[in-house]
């Protein structure tokens, strides 16, 4: 197709069309960081989203997808949450773009507070949300006997752990304060200080529109004080020092 006859189709789209754009996400309640699942409860990434849409006058059509199939998944303009971490063991690699980054996460390694200086030896099963790969648990298994034991979502990987029935449960830090609270159990697990953790981010990812994610690093530095708000709002952690200082 030439690209004057392309440009002629484009033009003829209806401007919903032409402005909107496909969001592929993971299909799970992750708050406060996302929730893209019918109950959606809101959630940081919903509103920056939200807000990216208005500013840039575009639709965000929001496909919710569980974290296998959406890791296959073609039909997205972009992608949340990613990172290039996530994609290196990967043997088809094809061109991704990311943008900056919008949250800093903490992945913990969490325990009961008799368990707080538990160290790697000693742990037998550890618990993880089925899809999540936790690469600072992976790159020392190999030199200890620990198992990872998969659950449908993170509140189930919590009460693993506090039944009893595994040693520590792998979890992002504000996930996991949320979730604790909310049963009633806010000084139920602690962050093991002898096992690992991990310090990434959440990017959003294309792999066919990189003026996409040109556009929306450009609303993020523009919006830095909304942005700001929204992570106050969500009482999000992004530090280690912080994360442990606010710990039960």
């Given at each position: 197709?030439?690209?004057?006859?392309?440009?002629?189709?484009?033009?003829?789209?209806?401007?919903?069309?032409?402005?909107?754009?496909?969001?592929?996400?993971?299909?799970?309640?992750?708050?406060?960081?996302?929730?893209?699942?019918?109950?959606?409860?809101?959630?940081?990434?919903?509103?920056?989203?939200?807000?990216?849409?208005?500013?840039?006058?575009?639709?965000?059509?929001?496909?919710?997808?569980?974290?296998?199939?959406?890791?296959?998944?073609?039909?997205?303009?972009?992608?949340?949450?990613?990172?290039?971490?996530?994609?290196?063991?990967?043997?088809?690699?094809?061109?991704?773009?990311?943008?900056?980054?919008?949250?800093?996460?903490?992945?913990?390694?969490?325990?009961?507070?008799?368990?707080?200086?538990?160290?790697?030896?000693?742990?037998?099963?550890?618990?993880?949300?089925?899809?999540?790969?936790?690469?600072?648990?992976?790159?020392?298994?190999?030199?200890?006997?620990?198992?990872?034991?998969?659950?449908?979502?993170?509140?189930?990987a919590l009460?693993?752990?506090?039944?009893?029935?595994?040693?520590?449960?792998?979890?992002?830090?504000?996930?996991?304060?949320?979730?604790?609270?909310?049963?009633?159990?806010?000084?139920?697990?602690?962050?093991?200080?002898?096992?690992?953790?991990?310090?990434?981010?959440f990017h959003?990812?294309?792999?066919?529109?990189?003026?996409?994610?040109?556009?929306?690093?450009?609303?993020?530095?523009?919006?830095?004080?909304?942005?700001?708000?929204?992570?106050?709002?969500?009482?999000?952690?992004?530090?280690?020092?912080?994360?442990?200082?606010?710990?039960?």
């Amino acid at each position: 197709m030439s690209l004057w006859l392309w440009l002629a189709l484009l033009l003829a789209l209806p401007a919903s069309a032409k402005d909107t754009v496909i969001v592929c996400a993971e299909d799970l309640a992750y708050y406060p960081h996302y929730d893209f699942t019918p109950a959606n409860q809101g959630s940081y990434a919903n509103d920056v989203l939200a807000l990216f849409a208005k500013s840039a006058g575009l639709t965000l059509h929001i496909k919710a997808l569980p974290i296998k199939r959406l890791k296959e998944n073609n039909d997205c303009d972009l992608q949340y949450p990613d990172n290039p971490r996530w994609h290196q063991h990967e043997k088809a690699l094809g061109q991704r773009f990311y943008s900056k980054a919008l949250v800093a996460i903490l992945g913990a390694t969490l325990v009961k507070p008799a368990q707080q200086q538990l160290t790697l030896d000693k742990v037998h099963a550890i618990s993880v949300i089925r899809g999540f790969v936790p690469d600072h648990l992976l790159a020392v298994q190999g030199a200890y006997s620990f198992k990872l034991v998969e659950t449908v979502n993170a509140e189930a990987a919590l009460q693993m752990v506090l039944k009893g029935r595994v040693d520590a449960v792998d979890m992002e830090w504000n996930v996991a304060r949320h979730l604790l609270t909310k049963m009633a159990q806010p000084q139920a697990l602690v962050i093991a200080q002898q096992l690992p953790h991990s310090e990434v981010a959440f990017h959003l990812s294309s792999q066919t529109k990189p003026e996409l994610i040109q556009q929306f690093d450009l609303f993020l530095q523009q919006q830095q004080r909304q942005i700001q708000a929204l992570k106050q709002k969500y009482r999000l952690v992004e530090s280690w020092q912080q994360a442990v200082a606010t710990q039960p």
